[in-house]
Every structure is written in C-alpha cells, then in structure tokens.
C-alpha cells in the first residue's frame, strides 16, 4: 500500500429526476437517481450511513451500514479516458463518494481499517457496479468493461463517526485479512476464480458484508452439487 494514500476528493448527490432525452435509446428514459455526484468543498460529516447530503434511491444495493461510502481510485480515470468515447470523467464519475489515491482494489483488503479526519472507517466489500453506471455515461456495456479491468472500486463502513476533508489522509490501523485483496474477491465473485473452494472461504471472513457472504455461500452449494457424481 502505498504511503501516501490519501483523500482527492469527496462527492456528495442528493437523489434527482433526470428527463427522457427522446432519443429513444434504454438509457434515455426518464429516471431518478442519486448517481450524479458533486464535488463538496469544505468538511463533511460521515456518518454510520454516510456522508451528510448524500441520497441512494435503491436501498436495496446502495448504502446503509455496509455500504456507507463508495470509494474509487483516482489512477484508474486515466485508463477509461484512453478507452472511451468521452473527453472528461471528473472525481465523482464513476458514482463514487470518496475519489483516492494510494489506495488500488489489488492492495486494499477487506476489513483494512483506517482513520481519516475525524472517523474510523472499515473496507466491507468490492463495488460490483450496475446498469446505473452505463445509464450515466450511455454505453451500452460499460459496467461489464469494469468487470473485466478490475477497476471496481469498493465501500467503507464507517466504525466511528466524525468530519472529513479532501486532502485527509488514510492511516492504517489494523489488517486482519491480508489474503482477501478486493481484487481477490472480485475475481471469485466475477469470475469463479478458485471455483466452490475459494467461494466458501471468502464466505467465512467475518469482515465481508453479510450479502456478499450470503452469495458466496450460496455460490459454493452451487458449484460443489455442479461436480458431485450423478447418482445412478
């Protein structure tokens, strides 16, 4: 990890109505969304939800205490400039609360906690990102792009609250599970990396969030029935 890591910057996006643009295209059609982030200039106060000012319209799979912030690395824009059709991405893009640098998904592992400002904050699980992202920047297969890099991002749930600010840095406290990396983790959900074996253990670290070790589980049953012998 490297030294420095710190806070570029912070996004907050109070939910909104976004008009259909007529084009008659999927991602056109009117919506409401939380997705549009802005930069917040000054402190902000996160709490065990997140950050003060900030809205997620499907609770379902945004926020609440496993996902209090969304974090995404600030060394990955340079990549999707070079590879798509847009001349500017800023800090916020990719629907992230919390822009990083230092702090890349192949070094960052579950249950890495840190101080930063006045909190204490926890890694809980890797960013699977959704249609949202796509819907944002219209291309059609943009959420699978990430898929395939790696470039994720992940959430923080938040231990202790307190104010933060662009330009805090992250300072590590402890790290109870060097092996389980986000990137790790992403390629056992994503991509069956280590099949029903590595599945099931990741289900077991108890700093995961409980959806993603519910699935996992779930994934390992699956996989392990998919090799027994059939019965005859």
Known sequence: MAMSSRLISI???P???VAEEGTHEWWD??????????PAQGPQWLGYEGLRGDDQVDRKVHG?????????PSEHYAHWLSVLPLE???????GENFTTAGLLETEVCIGDTYTLGGSLIQVSQPRQPCWKLARRWRIKDLSAQVER?????????VLAHGEVSAGDA????????????V??????????????????????????????????????????????????
């Open 149 to 157: 890099t790696g470039f994720s991002g992940y959430y923080f749930r």
């Open 170 to 181: 992250f300072t590590l406290q402890e790290r109870p599970h060097p092996q389980w990396t």
């Open 183 to 232: 990137k790790t983790c992403t390629d056992i959900m994503n991509h069956g990396i280590g099949g029903a074996a590595a599945a099931a253990a990741l289900s077991q670290c108890p700093a995961l969030s409980g959806g993603w070790r519910d699935g996992l589980w779930l994934r390992s049953k699956k996989l392990g029935e998919a090799h027994m012998p059939a019965l005859v």
């Open 88 to 94: 500017v991405m800023p800090n916020g893009a990719f």
């Open 64 to 72: 609440g205490v496993e996902r209090a912030v969304c974090v995404y």
């Open 11 to 13: 996004q907050l996006g």
């Open 29 to 38: 059609k009117a919506w409401r969304t939380g997705f549009y982030k802005q």
């Open 15 to 17: 939910a909104m109505e």
